[in-house]
């Protein structure tokens, strides 16, 4: 016989839990949710991501020129590989850095020692199947502009 005190009014015990069918309603629920929030990811995530590290690794190369008094670049290697270099004598700063995602316009911009883009500036494109992001370089200061 089952004590008394574990019983509610109608005669069911109060520490049943949950039902089995009860927790396949609910794991259905969940996987339906994470389905339609995958679907809803954007597309685009990555190919932002690898436009913030080029304009990063962009103001890095602009931070070498103020530091040393000039002369650095950042340059395409390929469709998806970029250095930052010095230009007296020629000398690979960071290795060759690799984009994330997608491919990238073919670009070369130095940076004099006020930080200003002494040649290369304009718009840097990275490309994948999903769209395009574009980079803005202003010559003048050596700005770095990302949607």
């Keep these: 016989m089952i004590p008394s ?3 509610d009014g109608s ?6 839990g949950f039902t089995t069918l009860e927790l396949i309603i609910v794991v259905m629920i969940m996987g339906i949710l994470s389905v ?4 809803l990811w954007p597309s685009g995530v990555d ?4 436009a913030r590290q080029l304009a990063n690794d962009i103001r890095l190369a602009q931070s070498y020129a103020m530091a040393r008094g000039g002369g650095f670049r950042i340059l395409s ?3 998806t590989t970029y250095q930052i270099r010095r230009v007296t004598p020629e000398t690979v700063m960071t290795g060759t850095n690799t984009l994330a ?3 990238v316009t073919g670009f070369n911009i130095q940076f004099n020692s006020l930080g200003a883009a002494t040649s290369g500036a ?4 990275i490309t994948d199947t999903d769209g ?3 980079l803005t370089v202003i010559a003048a200061t050596g700005a770095v502009i990302v949607p």
Excluded: Y
């Design 5 to 7: 005190d574990i019983l």
């Design 11 to 16: 005669g069911r015990r109060l520490d049943d």
């Design 36 to 39: 339609t929030a995958i679907s």
């Design 47 to 50: 190919r932002v991501a690898a």
């Design 77 to 79: 290697i390929d469709s």
């Design 101 to 103: 995602k997608g491919t």
């Design 122 to 125: 304009g718009t840097i494109t």
């Design 132 to 134: 395009s992001t574009d």
